[in-house]
């Protein structure tokens, strides 16, 4: 408040035009008679109605302080208290700077102090007035939060009439912005004491209670699953927000009943496969998409209808079919259109700001169509110019598109036949390569997981991928900080190292450096760990390229094997390593780094008696690759160190291995019985 | 700041603009004497129906026909079957001979070689779908997708070649199931939809507001498939390989899709777009033209002080004046009243030569009166009555209050202009804003009554609200005075009602002992001797006139009734119920006001019956939105 006062005399200094009028109503508020007072501010709420000139004025000249000091005094008559919140909610109606200053004035706890007069009309006044701040975006939301007894008292306020109904919905739907407030509004009853309204008489009342359960619903399990069980005139709730999407109800409502029912169904608490779903919310979100909608409820519709299909195929094919999505979303990036430019400025500026948001909207609805079904790929790929949509959203200047681009990139990366044809012919790679550059976290993380996909073998963009000296940036991504990023780094990696020549395979070893490889080994995130068992995997396949790494790296890698081994490890991290160790087998020279370990025999020789087959599978094709019979063996021999596979045989049957085969020829699962009988004819060759 | 504009609405019309709805309400205010005959046939059809029910013998079929019409009903209230009857299977006699049908005409197979196109056949439905259906839907399931599942459906002109599946022609169009294509009047398909097989249903919706067509599959929307349809179109199925089998639904079970959600939609929209017509400058014009409706409508009706009230609120003036508007009131109250003796003494007292110059009207009234002697009613016979004492006020004794008739058939069922009109409600919002402004809400909740209520029916509330410039706060904080507390004013009902409960007392006691003339020995000579009166008249006029048939009958009517020992319970005893009262009311009510050369009809009946008659000229005019625009939606 001081603030406030401190700041005036300033500014009127500046503004010397003030004039004497907005002087004269602020004096009089100043008057030594009650009904003087009174008189002024009733005179004052007729001059700043809809005059935001006016009501800059007043605040400059501090009126808000002195409006505030009579609406709290409790000498004040009730008549006055009322005019002043009036006054107030009416100058709360100006710009946001308006709202600032009364925020910074302390509005919010005097009028939430006024809350507890027992006045209805007081009571209404300063609710309408907290509203009109509260919806405001220069708000700052937890102001709400502050006093623990606010939402209580709010909640009673409740029953008291329409109007406190309507603004304290519509506080309450947009102050609930975090899982906080979602439990804090709800352990308060809010589900309880909001659904009744659900279906008041007043559309307004109506409309912001529904808003108030889309913002309670979103991502909250808790909430959701207690909303399916609530009862509103003997009817469940989902059938309320089903015939509030009923087609000739205003397309707000329908839009905002469609939200619940999606957070709902997300949150687990309805099937997807639910009539409410299927054939009433998807048809609905559909319907918003049209072109006959506003371009804000197109957006709104596209991003929520996505939300609602992305884990789930059936309502995905069904969206796919249903009025022309696909096509209808094509539509979304014509704005501005060339009609609008030429014809009509003001639409031309609508279009502009609502451009990139329907950009990224059918993005990611796209995105979310694609994610699962190859036929839906199709579609998407077939739409006119779809391709070079998103090769020119990736580099688009807004960091929402190049996100959802990328998004939409990634979704239909995962089919075959796209990355052997539109991608190949539309050289994604090349702006995909570029956003990696220097990418913020979130799009670099869908970005490389492209990468991913685009770097599988059968990719033609693989090869012009790998001249672009991709393998440093990939090795810099397993440094990264984000668990995500990390995996994608490494499983980029491993996917390159596929079949690869070992050019390249000397050039992954290199870039990321034994170290960095054996820190992978040991990262906390599980799905590193594994991707870099797998790279490790990849790296150690065809004989010479064994030989060659493990001459090199061996003893490290049979240290990192051993640590594995030993850890606590998941069984699909074990038999990874347990394939690694196989691969080592195979090679010629590599092998004896196994021979020579008892140890590690040890080890084999344990799990090959492990109660999980796949594991006994893994140790079992170990053994089997270090008795096998080889044709080059002399050649080897001659070479150096190692033994022939005689030698070998002998020693494992000394070790006993031959009566653990021998068991396995009669394991249960075929797999297992047929490796183990292979195993043991290389003894009688 | 458009007014709203509920009764006179101006509707889109979609061929030939007939009429549009500014000149429309002038035409009805300045045109005196001008004679619209509407009627309509909205009843007809249950009729037919529960006649049907009782022709035919299975009791399945029967519930599902009833199912059948009574969807088709509430599907397409604005069909008049009558005239364009709706498809319900389709046709044994518009079909290619490949095709078998079975199942009350619903199921289809196909019965050909199938060998190649040439082999394919189609079946069309027994009636074109209706423009005033609006919005049009039917369903098809595929029971077997046969040998190769070429299924088509869709829609064809009358005499398109039924050798071809659905689309292949000129005037014809379809969805294919095998390749999920449209087509439209081409061999060409376009992709459209998913391909469709066994189990699959597929709907097929008509649009006749805008002439598009979208088809469904299994209860979801696959988007507009043809636009720039043709009218008078088939619902038509094709086949081509042997097995295949459909099922059609035209409304015989319920459908997949939720149509009748698509329906409100369509609603909504044709309502808005009435709602929010622009009628621009001519603000001021459109608020005095639908005052003088209330007001002339109120003035008609001889609701002297409703009226009155009416036109100091909207300073309005009232052409007739007051005295001559109580003169008629009371008039019209003895007649309802059955005491049609007075009435006729008033009438040639208040007005003379009235009805010497209307000796048909003269006739039908002493008609009338007879009549009411037999019930008791009339004040000739009733001074001779012991019980009740001739008093100006109150009507005691048995029927001359009128039975009450639910207000729920709201059918406009006008027979020339003897029914009456009552207005329930008017509310009448006047939104006076300081600033320039002038908002007008009209909301009139007609209801029709076959009952002679007049007096009571009309509760005429209308409040003025004046508010300041300070939308602001209004929009937010004061609800624009619209409240409970606002000034509400109940105008000229009370003094009615109380002669009514005056009257409710003395029912009860008095039915159960009907008797000839009220029972009185001296009435019933009375009426003999009036009979002869008015048998002499009758020749009298005959002579004058020439032989005139109604007159013959409606002597013979009147006579017939004294020839049963139980009037009231004869073949001609419905003449003593006070209903027929209203229709000689209402024609000397019209001929006082004609000879005071006002109009015979209240301009709001006219606009009324003229909006009733443009919807249904939009239906013979292919206009698919009459449907949505139908005058009952706006009246309650």
């Given at each position: 408040?001081?603030?406030?006062?401190?700041?005036?005399?300033?500014?009127?200094?500046?503004?010397?035009?003030?004039?004497?009028?907005?002087?004269?109503?602020?004096?009089?508020?100043?008057?030594?008679?009650?009904?003087?007072?009174?008189?002024?501010?009733?005179?004052?709420?007729?001059?700043?109605?809809?005059?935001?000139r006016q009501k800059a004025n007043l605040i400059v000249l501090g009126a808000v302080p002195r409006l505030l000091y009579l609406l709290q005094q409790s000498s004040s008559s009730l008549e006055l208290r009322t005019e002043c919140a009036v006054v107030l909610g009416s100058l709360a109606m100006g710009t946001e700077n308006n709202i600032k200053s009364l925020v910074d004035c302390h509005i919010i706890p005097a009028l939430l102090q006024g809350l507890l007069c027992s006045d209805l009309i007081f009571i209404e006044a300063c609710l309408r007035c907290l509203r009109t701040v509260f919806i405001s975006p220069v708000t700052p939301v937890q102001l709400l939060y502050t006093d623990p007894t606010v939402i209580p008292h709010l909640m009673s306020l409740l029953s008291r009439s329409q109007h406190t109904q309507e603004y304290i919905t519509q506080i309450f739907a947009h102050c609930c912005k975090t899982p906080e407030h979602q439990t804090v509004l709800f352990n308060h009853g809010a589900i309880q004491n909001i659904a009744p309204l659900l279906i008041s008489p007043s559309f307004k009342v109506?409309?912001?209670?529904?808003?108030?359960?889309?913002?309670?619903?979103?991502?909250?399990?808790?909430?959701?699953?207690?909303?399916?069980?609530?009862?509103?005139?003997?009817?469940?709730?989902?059938?309320?927000?089903?015939?509030?999407?009923?087609?000739?109800?205003?397309?707000?409502?329908?839009?905002?009943?469609?939200?619940?029912?999606?957070?709902?169904?997300?949150?687990?608490?309805?099937?997807?496969?639910?009539?409410?779903?299927?054939?009433?919310?998807?048809?609905?979100?559909?319907?918003?998409?049209?072109?006959?909608?506003?371009?804000e409820e197109r957006v709104e519709g596209a991003e929520t209808l996505a939300y609602l299909m992305e884990p789930d195929i059936e309502l995905q094919r069904i969206a796919s079919v249903t009025d022309h999505l696909v096509s209808m979303l094509a539509d979304y990036f014509k704005y501005p259109s060339s009609v609008s430019a030429i014809t009509d400025i003001k639409r031309l500026d609508h279009d502009l700001k609502h451009a990139h948001e329907l950009r990224q909207a059918a993005f990611k609805l796209y995105a979310s169509l694609g994610s699962n079904d190859e036929d839906i790929r199709k579609k998407i790929t077939e739409t006119e110019n779809m391709m070079d949509r998103i090769v020119s959203g990736l580099s688009e200047s807004s960091i929402k598109v190049r996100l959802a681009a990328v998004r939409c990139l990634h979704s239909l990366s995962r089919s075959v036949q796209q990355l052997r044809t539109s991608f190949h012919d539309h050289a994604v790679w090349k702006p995909l390569m570029k956003l990696l550059q220097n990418a913020p976290d979130e799009v670099l993380v869908m970005a490389s997981s492209t990468l991913c996909n685009l770097l599988l073998e059968f990719s033609p963009s693989k090869e012009p991928i790998l001249e672009s000296g991709v393998i440093e940036l990939l090795c810099s991504l397993t440094q990264s900080d984000s668990p995500a990023l990390r995996v994608n780094g490494i499983w980029a990696l491993m996917n390159m190292a596929?079949?690869?020549?070992?050019?390249?395979?000397?050039?992954?070893?290199?870039?990321?450096?034994?170290?960095?490889?054996?820190?992978?080994?040991?990262?906390?995130?599980?799905?590193?760990?594994?991707?870099?068992?797998g790279l490790l995997r990849n790296l150690l396949s065809t004989r010479p390229h064994i030989d060659q790494v493990m001459s090199s790296h061996g003893k490290q890698i049979m240290q990192a094997v051993t640590l594995i081994l030993e850890g606590e490890h998941s069984i699909e991290v074990k038999e990874q390593t347990l394939c690694i160790l196989a691969n080592i087998a195979d090679g010629n020279t590599a092998k004896e780094l196994i021979m020579t370990n008892d140890d590690m025999l040890q080890k084999i020789k344990y799990y090959m008696g492990h109660s999980n087959v796949k594991l006994q599978l893994a140790a079992t094709f170990c053994i089997s690759n270090l008795i096998w019979n080889e044709e080059d063996g002399e050649e080897l021999r001659t070479r150096g160190s190692c033994g022939g596979s005689q030698e070998r045989q002998d020693k494992l049957r000394d070790m006993g291995f031959v009566d653990i085969l021998h068991k396995l020829t009669q394991a249960s699962d075929p797999n297992l019985c047929d490796r183990a009988k292979t195993a043991m004819q290389q003894y009688l060759a | 700041?458009?007014?709203?504009?509920?009764?006179?609405?101006?509707?889109?019309?979609?061929?030939?603009?007939?009429?549009?709805?500014?000149?429309?309400?002038?035409?009805?205010?300045?045109?005196?004497?001008?004679?619209?005959?509407?009627?309509t046939h909205t009843s007809l059809l249950s009729a037919d129906i529960s006649a049907l029910l009782l022709l035919t013998g299975d009791p399945a079929f029967n519930y599902q026909e009833h199912e059948l019409n009574e969807r088709l009903k509430r599907l397409y209230p604005a069909v008049n079957e009558e005239e364009t009857p709706l498809p319900r299977s389709w046709s044994p006699k518009d079909k290619y001979s490949y095709i078998g049908l079975s199942q009350n005409n619903l199921r289809v197979h196909y019965k050909g070689h199938g060998k190649n196109h040439k082999d394919a056949a189609s079946v069309r439905a027994t009636h074109?779908?209706?423009?005033?259906?609006?919005?049009?839907y039917f369903e098809v399931k595929i029971v077997s997708k046969?040998?190769?599942?070429?299924?088509?459906?869709?829609?064809?002109?009358?005499?398109?070649?039924?050798?071809?599946?659905?689309?292949?022609?000129?005037?014809?169009?379809?969805?294919?199931?095998?390749?999920?294509?449209?087509?439209?009047?081409?061999?060409?398909?376009?992709?459209?939809?998913?391909?469709?097989?066994?189990?699959?249903?597929?709907?097929?919706?008509?649009?006749?507001?805008?002439?598009?067509?979208?088809?469904?599959?299994?209860?979801?929307?696959?988007?507009?498939?043809?636009?720039?349809?043709?009218p008078n179109l088939y619902p038509t199925v094709g086949l081509q390989t042997p097995g295949e089998i459909v099922d059609a639904n035209f409304g015989q079970q319920p459908f997949v899709f939720d149509i009748e959600d698509y329906m409100s939609e369509w609603r909504a929209k044709i309502h808005s777009m009435i709602a929010r017509f622009p009628i621009g400058e001519r603000l001021g014009d459109w608020q005095s033209v639908l005052q003088n409706m209330v007001s002339s409508y109120l003035v008609h009706h001889g609701y002297c002080a409703t009226a009155m009230a009416f036109s100091r609120a909207t300073e309005t003036m009232i052409q007739e004046d007051q005295t001559s508007i109580k003169n008629r009131?009371?008039?019209?109250?003895?007649?309802?009243?059955?005491?049609?003796?007075?009435?006729?003494?008033?009438?040639?007292?208040?007005?003379?030569?009235?009805?010497?110059?209307?000796?048909?009207?003269?006739?039908?009234?002493?008609?009338?009166?007879?009549?009411?002697?037999?019930?008791?009613?009339?004040?000739?016979?009733?001074?001779?009555?012991?019980?009740?004492?001739?008093?100006?006020?109150?009507?005691?004794?048995?029927?001359?209050?009128?039975?009450?008739?639910?207000?729920?058939?709201?059918?406009?069922?006008?027979?020339?202009?003897?029914?009456?009109?009552?207005?329930?409600?008017?509310?009448?919002?006047?939104?006076?804003?300081?600033?320039?402004?002038?908002?007008?809400?009209?909301?009139?909740?007609?209801?029709?009554?076959?009952?002679?209520?007049?007096?009571?029916?009309?509760?005429?509330?209308?409040?003025?609200?004046?508010?300041?410039?300070?939308?602001?706060?209004?929009?937010?904080?004061?609800?624009?005075?619209?409240?409970?507390?606002?000034?509400?004013?109940?105008?000229?009902?009370?003094?009615?009602?109380?002669?009514?409960?005056?009257?409710?007392?003395?029912?009860?006691?008095?039915?159960?002992?009907?008797?000839?003339?009220?029972?009185?020995?001296?009435?019933?000579?009375?009426?003999?001797?009036?009979?002869?009166?008015?048998?002499?008249?009758?020749?009298?006029?005959?002579r004058q006139y020439g032989k005139n048939a109604t007159h013959k009958k409606m002597l013979q009517d009147?006579?017939?009734?004294?020839?049963?020992?139980?009037?009231?319970?004869?073949?001609?005893?419905?003449?003593?119920?006070?209903?027929?009262?209203?229709?000689?009311?209402?024609?000397?009510?019209?001929?006082?006001?004609?000879?005071?050369?006002?109009?015979?009809?209240?301009?709001?009946?006219l606009a009324l019956g003229q909006a009733t008659e443009c919807v249904q000229l939009m239906a013979r005019v292919r206009s698919g939105s009459c449907s949505f625009a139908r005058v009952d939606n706006f009246l309650h």
């Amino acid at each position: 408040m001081m603030a406030c006062l401190l700041e005036a005399p300033l500014r009127i200094s500046v503004l010397s035009e003030v004039t004497a009028t907005s002087r004269h109503y602020v004096d009089r508020l100043f008057d030594p008679d009650p009904q003087n007072v009174l008189q002024g501010v009733i005179d004052m709420k007729n001059a700043v109605i809809g005059n935001n000139r006016q009501k800059a004025n007043l605040i400059v000249l501090g009126a808000v302080p002195r409006l505030l000091y009579l609406l709290q005094q409790s000498s004040s008559s009730l008549e006055l208290r009322t005019e002043c919140a009036v006054v107030l909610g009416s100058l709360a109606m100006g710009t946001e700077n308006n709202i600032k200053s009364l925020v910074d004035c302390h509005i919010i706890p005097a009028l939430l102090q006024g809350l507890l007069c027992s006045d209805l009309i007081f009571i209404e006044a300063c609710l309408r007035c907290l509203r009109t701040v509260f919806i405001s975006p220069v708000t700052p939301v937890q102001l709400l939060y502050t006093d623990p007894t606010v939402i209580p008292h709010l909640m009673s306020l409740l029953s008291r009439s329409q109007h406190t109904q309507e603004y304290i919905t519509q506080i309450f739907a947009h102050c609930c912005k975090t899982p906080e407030h979602q439990t804090v509004l709800f352990n308060h009853g809010a589900i309880q004491n909001i659904a009744p309204l659900l279906i008041s008489p007043s559309f307004k009342v109506r409309m912001q209670a529904l808003k108030c359960f889309s913002v309670l619903a979103y991502e909250n399990a808790q909430v959701s699953m207690t909303l399916v069980n609530v009862l509103v005139d003997g009817e469940q709730l989902s059938q309320v927000f089903v015939r509030m999407m009923q087609r000739d109800k205003p397309i707000e409502m329908q839009l905002t009943a469609a939200k619940c029912l999606t957070y709902m169904c997300r949150a687990g608490a309805i099937r997807t496969d639910d009539n409410c779903i299927v054939l009433k919310t998807l048809p609905c979100l559909v319907r918003m998409c049209s072109k006959e909608r506003l371009l804000e409820e197109r957006v709104e519709g596209a991003e929520t209808l996505a939300y609602l299909m992305e884990p789930d195929i059936e309502l995905q094919r069904i969206a796919s079919v249903t009025d022309h999505l696909v096509s209808m979303l094509a539509d979304y990036f014509k704005y501005p259109s060339s009609v609008s430019a030429i014809t009509d400025i003001k639409r031309l500026d609508h279009d502009l700001k609502h451009a990139h948001e329907l950009r990224q909207a059918a993005f990611k609805l796209y995105a979310s169509l694609g994610s699962n079904d190859e036929d839906i790929r199709k579609k998407i790929t077939e739409t006119e110019n779809m391709m070079d949509r998103i090769v020119s959203g990736l580099s688009e200047s807004s960091i929402k598109v190049r996100l959802a681009a990328v998004r939409c990139l990634h979704s239909l990366s995962r089919s075959v036949q796209q990355l052997r044809t539109s991608f190949h012919d539309h050289a994604v790679w090349k702006p995909l390569m570029k956003l990696l550059q220097n990418a913020p976290d979130e799009v670099l993380v869908m970005a490389s997981s492209t990468l991913c996909n685009l770097l599988l073998e059968f990719s033609p963009s693989k090869e012009p991928i790998l001249e672009s000296g991709v393998i440093e940036l990939l090795c810099s991504l397993t440094q990264s900080d984000s668990p995500a990023l990390r995996v994608n780094g490494i499983w980029a990696l491993m996917n390159m190292a596929f079949q690869a020549d070992q050019k390249v395979k000397v050039e992954i070893v290199r870039a990321l450096g034994t170290e960095q490889l054996f820190r992978l080994l040991s990262d906390p995130d599980t799905n590193v760990l594994m991707k870099t068992l797998g790279l490790l995997r990849n790296l150690l396949s065809t004989r010479p390229h064994i030989d060659q790494v493990m001459s090199s790296h061996g003893k490290q890698i049979m240290q990192a094997v051993t640590l594995i081994l030993e850890g606590e490890h998941s069984i699909e991290v074990k038999e990874q390593t347990l394939c690694i160790l196989a691969n080592i087998a195979d090679g010629n020279t590599a092998k004896e780094l196994i021979m020579t370990n008892d140890d590690m025999l040890q080890k084999i020789k344990y799990y090959m008696g492990h109660s999980n087959v796949k594991l006994q599978l893994a140790a079992t094709f170990c053994i089997s690759n270090l008795i096998w019979n080889e044709e080059d063996g002399e050649e080897l021999r001659t070479r150096g160190s190692c033994g022939g596979s005689q030698e070998r045989q002998d020693k494992l049957r000394d070790m006993g291995f031959v009566d653990i085969l021998h068991k396995l020829t009669q394991a249960s699962d075929p797999n297992l019985c047929d490796r183990a009988k292979t195993a043991m004819q290389q003894y009688l060759a | 700041t458009n007014p709203r504009l509920c009764l006179t609405a101006p509707i889109e019309f979609g061929v030939g603009h007939v009429v549009d709805g500014t000149s429309l309400v002038s035409a009805v205010c300045t045109a005196q004497g001008f004679v619209f005959n509407y009627s309509t046939h909205t009843s007809l059809l249950s009729a037919d129906i529960s006649a049907l029910l009782l022709l035919t013998g299975d009791p399945a079929f029967n519930y599902q026909e009833h199912e059948l019409n009574e969807r088709l009903k509430r599907l397409y209230p604005a069909v008049n079957e009558e005239e364009t009857p709706l498809p319900r299977s389709w046709s044994p006699k518009d079909k290619y001979s490949y095709i078998g049908l079975s199942q009350n005409n619903l199921r289809v197979h196909y019965k050909g070689h199938g060998k190649n196109h040439k082999d394919a056949a189609s079946v069309r439905a027994t009636h074109p779908i209706p423009a005033a259906c609006g919005i049009y839907y039917f369903e098809v399931k595929i029971v077997s997708k046969g040998r190769d599942g070429y299924m088509g459906i869709g829609l064809s002109a009358q005499g398109v070649n039924m050798n071809r599946l659905p689309g292949w022609d000129k005037h014809s169009y379809g969805y294919h199931g095998d390749d999920g294509h449209s087509f439209c009047s081409s061999g060409t398909g376009q992709p459209y939809g998913p391909t469709f097989t066994t189990g699959d249903v597929i709907g097929c919706c008509v649009n006749l507001i805008n002439n598009t067509c979208f088809y469904t599959k299994n209860g979801h929307s696959l988007g507009v498939a043809f636009t720039d349809l043709p009218p008078n179109l088939y619902p038509t199925v094709g086949l081509q390989t042997p097995g295949e089998i459909v099922d059609a639904n035209f409304g015989q079970q319920p459908f997949v899709f939720d149509i009748e959600d698509y329906m409100s939609e369509w609603r909504a929209k044709i309502h808005s777009m009435i709602a929010r017509f622009p009628i621009g400058e001519r603000l001021g014009d459109w608020q005095s033209v639908l005052q003088n409706m209330v007001s002339s409508y109120l003035v008609h009706h001889g609701y002297c002080a409703t009226a009155m009230a009416f036109s100091r609120a909207t300073e309005t003036m009232i052409q007739e004046d007051q005295t001559s508007i109580k003169n008629r009131q009371r008039i019209q109250k003895l007649v309802l009243a059955g005491r049609v003796g007075e009435a006729i003494d008033a009438t040639q007292q208040l007005y003379p030569g009235l009805l010497e110059h209307n000796p048909n009207l003269l006739f039908m009234l002493k008609c009338r009166q007879f009549v009411e002697m037999v019930n008791g009613t009339d004040s000739e016979v009733r001074c001779f009555s012991v019980h009740s004492p001739k008093s100006q006020d109150s009507y005691p004794g048995s029927p001359n209050l009128s039975p009450r008739h639910g207000a729920t058939n709201a059918h406009v069922h006008n027979t020339g202009n003897t029914d009456t009109l009552h207005t329930n409600i008017f509310e009448y919002a006047m939104h006076a804003s300081k600033a320039k402004h002038i908002k007008l809400n009209l909301f009139t909740n007609v209801v029709y009554l076959h009952s002679p209520e007049t007096s009571s029916a009309v509760d005429c509330v209308f409040w003025c609200v004046d508010s300041d410039s300070e939308m602001e706060i209004e929009a937010e904080h004061y609800s624009n005075g619209v409240t409970e507390s606002s000034t509400r004013i109940m105008n000229g009902t009370y003094k009615h009602q109380e002669i009514l409960q005056a009257d409710d007392s003395s029912v009860d006691d008095s039915c159960s002992s009907r008797q000839l003339c009220g029972g009185n020995q001296a009435a019933t000579e009375r009426m003999i001797q009036f009979g002869r009166e008015l048998q002499a008249l009758s020749e009298q006029l005959c002579r004058q006139y020439g032989k005139n048939a109604t007159h013959k009958k409606m002597l013979q009517d009147a006579f017939s009734l004294l020839a049963y020992s139980d009037p009231w319970n004869c073949p001609v005893g419905q003449q003593l119920d006070p209903m027929q009262r209203e229709a000689i009311c209402s024609a000397l009510n019209s001929a006082i006001l004609e000879s005071q050369n006002l109009p015979k009809q209240p301009p709001l009946m006219l606009a009324l019956g003229q909006a009733t008659e443009c919807v249904q000229l939009m239906a013979r005019v292919r206009s698919g939105s009459c449907s949505f625009a139908r005058v009952d939606n706006f009246l309650h």
